[in-house]
């Protein structure tokens, strides 16, 4: 079984900071792509950044320039730093993260519960 646990959420004003964290446990043999979905009230999930094991990353267009995106390999854990947030920010955000059992196993994606992110005007 493999289990990502989300930390971080909470309420920001506006322009303020949040870093959210993601870790990965149990029977992990290797974690390729770690990243972060959202899902505001009413809309679609959408893609937020990803990060592959070797450390390139990619983000969606509406946060370049403010949210980072790193991972720590040998804890099996993903962050992102979340700067100059916006109200529209506000979202439900959860980590994924694509994770072999076994050298010969298949990949899976595996997600974490969630965490709320709430920016005010």
């Known amino acids: 079984q493999v289990q990502l646990v989300e930390s971080g959420g909470g309420l920001v004003q506006a322009g303020g900071s949040l870093r959210l964290s993601c870790a990965a446990s149990?029977?992990?043999?290797?974690?390729?792509?770690m990243g972060w979905y959202r899902q505001a009230p009413g809309k679609q999930r959408e893609l937020v950044a990803y990060i592959t094991s070797g450390g390139v990353t990619n983000y969606a267009d509406s946060v370049k320039g403010r949210f980072t995106i790193s991972r720590d390999n040998a804890k099996n854990t993903t962050y992102l730093q979340m700067n100059s947030l916006k109200p529209e920010d506000t979202a439900v955000y959860y980590c994924?993260?694509?994770?072999?059992?076994?050298?010969?196993?298949?990949?899976?994606?595996?997600w974490g519960q969630g965490a709320q992110v709430t920016v005010s005007s």
């Open positions: 149990g029977s992990i043999f290797s974690i390729n792509d």
């Open positions: 994924f993260g694509d994770a072999v059992k076994g050298p010969l196993s298949p990949t899976f994606r595996y």
